[in-house]
């Protein structure tokens, strides 16, 4: 089962813009607030064009000190997107979500990568990196949910165990869901890409599998961490945003 990948020209990609449009169309017109997609959209054509160009030197450098350099890059700015709903004390909690994703991200990293896949060498390039942006990009997800939860639950003067509960609980919906889906509802995109480069949909299944359980361990261990971290903060102050 080989069959070459199929190259999506520039004007067969520009196709895909038109039900993008009709979103924003949408959102334009029944709220007026199309900015904020508009950008969204812009900004994620650039950095995959970006990054696109960019990968391909870093798979070519076949350098442990870069990859590890594009992966602390991929911690920090993680670790600031994670907390965009918390805006009033982004600097005070930063430290937080950003040992969060270190504990929860590297730990499951380093096991998929060393132990799991065994890369030789460690820092494969074309695997490490993009296994990371997976781990972390999930992780950033689950503490965003967990910090907005967990001020929303404080303000209704819940009590810190109960408001934590339920922040984690609510951090896990999305990888949660995702679990009860795959396979049945959705065949996810790692699977999809393995599949239409011509790798045996058993083989791909386990890749999937694997990225199945970094993610939610990735998502649970740093919402776990962070609503932690974050819990001598909202003793002391009473409020996840107190000054």
């Not at 995959?48 to 442990?64: A, E, K, P, Q, V």
């Not at 074309?126 to 950033?140: D, E, K, Q, V």
Request: net charge positive; aromatic share 10%; charged share 10%.
């Amino acid at each position: 089962m080989k069959n070459p990948i199929q190259v999506i020209s520039v004007f067969n990609l520009s196709l895909a813009f038109i039900p993008v449009i009709a979103v924003i169309v949408i959102h334009y017109f029944w709220s007026g607030e199309y900015r904020n997609s508009l950008y969204a959209v812009s900004r994620m054509l650039v950095q995959l064009l970006l990054i696109g160009y960019f990968l391909s030197y870093i798979f070519d450098s076949n350098s442990g000190l870069i990859v590890m350099t594009v992966v602390s890059v991929m911690i920090i700015i993680a670790s600031w997107i994670s907390l965009r709903t918390i805006r009033n004390k982004q600097l005070l909690l930063y430290p937080k979500a950003l040992v969060s994703l270190l504990i929860g991200g590297g730990i499951t990293l380093v096991l998929v990568t060393q132990f799991v896949l065994n890369l030789t060498p460690w820092y494969l390039p074309s695997y490490f990196i993009p296994l990371a942006g997976m781990i972390f990009a999930n992780a950033m997800n689950s503490v965003s949910l967990a910090a907005d939860r967990l001020e929303a639950e404080i303000d209704r003067c819940e009590d810190y165990e109960q408001a934590r509960n339920v922040a984690f609980r609510a951090s896990l919906i999305p990888i949660t869901n995702s679990l009860f889906a795959v396979g049945l509802v959705s065949i996810p995109g790692m699977m999809t890409g393995q599949i239409l480069s011509g790798v045996s949909p058993f083989i791909a299944a386990r890749y999937q599998i694997m990225v199945m359980c970094m993610v939610f361990s990735a998502a649970g261990i740093s919402s776990a961490c962070f609503l932690t971290l974050v819990k001598p903060i909202i003793m002391q102050k009473g409020r996840l945003t107190s000054v």
